[in-house]
């Protein structure tokens, strides 16, 4: 067994580009922040999205990456992401785009929560920013008029971002659909399933109401501080997307009124004709409601918002400005395929990797490394007790969809913690073989003889009542030092 990620320095030169640290690594590519520089010492911040290695000879996701640049770059919009730059360094593709200084709503949300309810205000004026980029989009036409039906089909928390200036973007068209896209690719239903559009889920047709109705789903959770459709398996929340059954926001949050409960119920209709017809017709109504009901919010507000938040984190950890002890689970997998006498594989090791980014996604982990047929995936927000059994819900599911295709399934869960940078979200140099990282991966290589999800006992702890464990044995690490392991039965 190959062990993942290889310790990688910055600054490094990469074409006309210095990559300055690595942001986030996906199913299809990787994200640095990025330095360029031009004449008289001119340096710009941009954001260098790069496709990965094992998908670089790849020409279905070389084709859906030039699509998303294709399709990003003719939406000039203030509250969408701008891309500067389609090009090639050496073997890797690439686009250029624009820093965001600031932080995702998902990061944002879950910084807000200890301090209570997030604003109505904000919430109502974010979901008008986002409302005036689909707009655009969705009514966009190519250079001789014809209209290109752009569908974003990934409006989520983690791809609305909030800059430090109080600015909204949406980013991310990696899986967005077009008119001059080929039918094969509207075929293949990509994304994260709790924010799909019932017709979404279903492989259907689809038109801007799709974006309106993920768009409403990323309003409930931010009124109610609860998922809407996100349950502990796949099946079960495509299961309560396809029904769309939607409670009253009004029984987790009295303060939300009849007129704005109505607004959202129609934005989540579960039909896409008795939904807001589009983008704009939207718009106004959430204007609308906001001037009769006094929710007045602006940038400068949004702004403060989030002064506050990273301003009060800096101020509880005086000691600490850079980095704070924050608890994380992390779970290693590895795909191998078995001998030729038992299975063959159905498919390359490239795609069952972006088939698993979708359910990740879903799981709400992050994937800090990714190679061919491997991944890190931590969890870093919310309550430990859920975070793990996210991850052992993820790792069943994992298991269950590398099988399908042919291949074995390694898998190590450890909980523990780590010193993450405050601003970034991540450890300092050497993290990958430190603390759960470094025992993640080793059970994983473990796991390899086992075919089972190999954990920790505080990890069965936790996960007692909802998944049977079993005790595998005592095992020595680090010289003197012992665990107990449990395997997933």
Same mark, same amino acid.
């Given at each position: 067994?190959?062990?993942?990620? $290889?310790?990688?320095?910055?600054?490094?030169?990469?074409?006309? @580009?210095?990559? =300055? *640290?690595?942001? &986030?690594?996906?199913? +299809? /590519?990787?994200?640095?922040?990025?330095?360029?520089?031009?004449?008289?010492?001119?340096?710009?911040?941009?954001?260098?999205?790069?496709?990965?290695?094992?998908?670089?000879?790849?020409?279905?996701?070389?084709?859906l990456?030039?699509?998303?640049?294709?399709?990003?770059?003719?939406?000039?919009?203030?509250?969408?992401?701008? $891309?500067?730059?389609?090009?090639?360094?050496g073997?890797?593709? @690439?686009?250029? =785009? *624009?820093?965001? &200084?600031?932080?995702? +709503? /998902?990061?944002?949300?879950?910084?807000?929560?200890?301090?209570?309810?997030?604003?109505?205000?904000?919430?109502?004026?974010?979901?008008?920013?986002?409302?005036?980029a689909?707009?655009?989009?969705?009514?966009?036409?190519?250079?001789?008029?014809?209209?290109?039906?752009?569908?974003?089909?990934?409006?989520?928390?983690?791809?609305?971002?909030?800059?430090?200036?109080?600015?909204?973007?949406?980013?991310?068209?990696?899986?967005?659909? &077009?008119?001059?896209q080929?039918?094969?690719?509207?075929?293949?239903?990509?994304?994260?399933?709790?924010?799909m559009?019932?017709?979404?889920?279903?492989?259907?047709?689809?038109?801007?109401?799709?974006?309106?109705?993920?768009?409403?789903?990323?309003?409930?959770?931010?009124?109610?501080?609860?998922?809407?459709?996100?349950?502990?398996?796949?099946?079960?929340?495509?299961?309560?997307?396809?029904?769309?059954?939607v409670?009253?926001?009004?029984?987790?949050?009295?303060?939300?009124?009849?007129?704005?409960?109505?607004?959202?119920?129609?934005?989540?209709?579960?039909?896409?004709?008795?939904?807001?017809?589009?983008?704009?017709?939207?718009?106004?109504?959430?204007?609308?409601?906001m001037?009769?009901?006094?929710?007045?919010?602006?940038?400068?507000?949004?702004?403060?918002?989030?002064?506050?938040?990273?301003?009060?984190?800096?101020?509880?950890?005086?000691?600490?400005?850079?980095?704070?002890?924050?608890?994380?689970?992390?779970?290693?997998?590895?795909?191998?395929?078995?001998?030729?006498?038992?299975?063959?594989?159905?498919?390359?090791?490239?795609?069952?990797?972006?088939?698993?980014?979708?359910?990740?996604?879903?799981?709400?982990?992050?994937?800090?490394?990714?190679?061919?047929?491997?991944?890190?995936?931590?969890?870093?927000?919310?309550?430990?007790?859920?975070?793990?059994?996210a991850?052992v819900?993820?790792?069943?599911?994992l298991?269950?969809?590398?099988?399908?295709?042919?291949?074995?399934?390694?898998?190590?869960?450890?909980?523990?913690?780590?010193?993450?940078?405050?601003?970034?979200?991540?450890?300092?140099?050497?993290?990958?073989?430190a603390?759960?990282?470094?025992?993640?991966?080793?059970?994983?290589?473990?796991?390899?003889?086992?075919g089972?999800?190999?954990?920790?006992?505080?990890?069965?702890?936790?996960?007692?009542?909802?998944?049977?464990?079993?005790?595998?044995?005592?095992?020595?690490?680090?010289?003197?030092?012992f665990?107990?392991?449990?395997?997933?039965?």
């Amino acid at each position: 067994m190959r062990w993942l990620g $290889v310790c990688v320095e910055f600054p490094q030169q990469f074409g006309d @580009y210095t990559l =300055l *640290e690595r942001i &986030a690594t996906g199913g +299809m /590519a990787e994200v640095f922040r990025a330095r360029a520089e031009g004449l008289a010492g001119f340096e710009k911040i941009v954001v260098i999205k790069r496709v990965l290695d094992s998908l670089a000879s790849d020409p279905e996701f070389i084709g859906l990456f030039v699509d998303e640049a294709k399709i990003a770059v003719r939406l000039l919009h203030v509250n969408i992401v701008q $891309v500067f730059e389609l090009g090639r360094a050496g073997d890797h593709h @690439y686009m250029a =785009l *624009e820093f965001v &200084a600031g932080l995702d +709503m /998902a990061r944002l949300v879950s910084k807000s929560h200890p301090r209570g309810p997030f604003p109505v205000a904000l919430a109502l004026f974010v979901t008008c920013e986002v409302l005036k980029a689909l707009d655009f989009a969705h009514s966009r036409c190519d250079d001789e008029g014809r209209p290109l039906h752009i569908v974003h089909c990934d409006i989520s928390p983690q791809n609305m971002l909030i800059s430090f200036a109080g600015e909204v973007k949406i980013t991310d068209f990696g899986i967005s659909r &077009a008119a001059f896209q080929a039918s094969s690719v509207h075929d293949v239903i990509r994304g994260k399933y709790a924010y799909m559009s019932p017709e979404q889920v279903e492989g259907k047709p689809l038109d801007g109401r799709s974006d309106l109705f993920s768009l409403g789903i990323v309003l409930f959770e931010l009124l109610t501080g609860r998922r809407l459709f996100k349950r502990e398996t796949r099946e079960e929340t495509i299961r309560r997307v396809r029904q769309a059954e939607v409670p009253s926001p009004r029984t987790y949050r009295p303060e939300v009124s009849e007129d704005l409960e109505a607004l959202l119920l129609r934005a989540l209709a579960r039909r896409p004709s008795d939904r807001f017809a589009t983008a704009g017709e939207m718009l106004e109504a959430v204007g609308q409601l906001m001037v009769r009901e006094g929710h007045r919010a602006t940038n400068s507000d949004l702004a403060a918002f989030v002064r506050r938040l990273t301003s009060s984190e800096a101020e509880s950890t005086p000691d600490k400005p850079e980095f704070s002890a924050t608890a994380i689970v992390a779970l290693a997998v590895e795909a191998f395929a078995p001998p030729r006498s038992l299975s063959t594989p159905k498919t390359t090791l490239a795609r069952l990797g972006q088939e698993w980014s979708a359910l990740i996604a879903d799981a709400g982990g992050q994937i800090w490394e990714q190679d061919e047929g491997g991944a890190l995936i931590v969890w870093t927000g919310g309550e430990v007790p859920d975070r793990l059994a996210a991850a052992v819900n993820l790792a069943v599911t994992l298991k269950k969809t590398t099988r399908k295709k042919g291949y074995r399934l390694a898998a190590g869960l450890a909980p523990g913690v780590a010193r993450l940078h405050q601003t970034t979200g991540r450890p300092g140099e050497g993290w990958e073989l430190a603390g759960p990282f470094y025992l993640a991966r080793w059970m994983m290589n473990l796991s390899a003889h086992r075919g089972r999800l190999l954990l920790t006992e505080v990890g069965a702890r936790h996960v007692e009542g909802k998944h049977a464990t079993e005790l595998l044995g005592r095992i020595s690490i680090l010289g003197d030092r012992f665990i107990n392991l449990f395997e997933v039965a």
